[in-house]
């Protein structure tokens, strides 16, 4: 493990030193070698998804891993456009000039060597490698062993396109020791490591945040909800619903709790109920959503749990305060949504929701660094510091100080 994080830190000297144009030239040639190799990465990942049927993963979870030629070219177009985003290194904060003469700018630069520890989704590997490379970054990459055949393929394929340019492989690598003991010891190797992000379940999370002596930023669960105040549209009330829960059900993003208001829902949940049906969703509600709706009873657990399967929370409240109350004490910090046409309960909502993407009249699923012109994100954070929400290029930076002196001494 040493000699590898060794080797890893002085690769991290070569990235950080490479010019813009460099940079995008390889991210281009990575798209396009994935593009090359689409029928081997789909072989690999047919052992993944093999191994996960006998494994009895979740539909949910088994569609998070899938790759198919349309999955990779998505994996490719999103390299190409981190590759057109605006070059993130030696950009200057602010510069200014003190009383003595000394000139002084606070300028952006990479992080380091950034381990990050992913499950199921094989995206992740190209997504993550591209933004650590485009920000000056080594990424040390550890998936989760259901794609472990899967990120073997793309590392590969990107590494290969490093090592025809006469650049070190380790700027992209695999974890070698994927055991949780592996990781155990990754996670303490502060020497050589400057960053980790995990993004996975309750249960990593906790065992990275625990251990760690690197510094952490938390790609924390997604309890996103959704409310529906009484002054919302109905139709664009019943679009986002059925869109933030079903789109896709095992992402971070997707609503794990409705909450209506109750002068609404006589009217909304019916409604709601025949558009969920046709996808299959299992309800569960509380006492006054099951007056309305036929539905399982939901309980204190259902509200504290991100399903990221085809099951919804829903609560009857009286009103907006009650909505911002129950998000305050079961949610995740990560993405909330209110549906309203009232301008006052909408800033009311948007201001007093503690969390990193709050929404007006749209599906939580946005919550993504394509969506938000990041081209992809390394996470979600649901940290304050010193990144929170999808983690593109610049939060993959830190910044120091240039001072450009001609003598001065301190008296």
């Known amino acids: 493990m040493e000699q590898f994080l060794k080797e890893s830190k002085n690769a991290m000297k070569i990235v950080a030193t490479l010019s813009g144009k460099v940079k995008n030239e390889l991210l281009k040639q990575m798209a396009e070698a994935l593009r090359k190799n689409c029928d081997f990465i789909c072989q690999e990942n047919q052992k993944d998804m093999i191994a996960g049927e006998k494994n009895e993963l979740s539909s949910a979870l088994m569609d998070r891993l899938l790759l198919n030629k349309q999955r990779v070219e998505g994996m490719a177009n999103a390299i190409e456009q981190i590759a057109m985003l605006k070059e993130p290194i030696g950009k200057v904060h602010e510069g200014w000039i003190v009383e003595n003469g000394m000139k002084i700018e606070k300028v952006s630069v990479p992080i380091g060597v950034i381990g990050i520890i992913y499950e199921s989704r094989p995206n992740v590997t190209s997504d993550t490698a591209a933004l650590c490379l485009k920000s000056g970054n080594v990424c040390i990459l550890k998936g989760g062993k259901e794609a472990e055949n899967s990120n073997s393929a793309i590392a590969k394929i990107l590494q290969e396109v490093l090592i025809a340019n006469d650049l070190p492989k380790q700027i992209i690598s695999l974890l070698p020791d994927s055991s949780r003991e592996g990781v155990a010891n990754l996670i303490k190797e502060d020497k050589y490591v400057d960053l980790i992000i995990p993004r996975g379940g309750?249960?990593?999370?906790?065992?990275?945040?625990?251990?760690?002596?690197?510094?952490?930023?938390k790609h924390d669960k997604g309890l996103c909800h959704t409310y529906v105040d009484k002054d919302a549209d109905i139709q664009k009330a019943l679009d986002v619903c059925v869109n933030a829960k079903c789109r896709r059900v095992g992402i971070c993003g997707a609503m794990e709790t409705l909450l209506v208001d109750e002068n609404i829902a006589k009217e909304f949940l019916p409604k709601l109920f025949h558009r969920l049906k046709e996808y299959g969703t299992q309800l569960k509600g509380c006492e006054l959503t099951r007056n309305i709706i036929e539905v399982e009873k939901a309980t204190l657990e259902d509200y504290d749990t991100e399903y990221l399967d085809n099951i919804l929370s829903i609560k009857v409240v009286s009103d907006l305060k009650e909505a911002i109350d129950h998000i305050a004490q079961y949610g995740s910090g990560h993405s909330d949504a209110i549906i309203t046409e009232n301008y006052t309960k909408a800033e009311q909502f948007l201001n007093s929701v503690d969390s990193a993407c709050v929404y007006l009249n749209a599906s939580t699923q946005f919550t993504d660094g394509g969506e938000f012109g990041f081209g992809a994100e390394v996470g979600i954070s649901t940290n304050k510091l010193h990144a929170r929400g999808p983690m593109g290029i610049n939060e993959?930076?830190?910044?120091?100080?240039?001072?450009?002196?001609?003598?001065?001494?301190?008296?």
Do not use: C, D, W
């Open 396 to 411: 993959l930076t830190t910044y120091k100080f240039k001072i450009y002196g001609n003598g001065q001494i301190r008296p």
């Open 202 to 217: 309750e249960a990593l999370i906790k065992f990275v945040s625990t251990n760690a002596t690197v510094p952490v930023v």
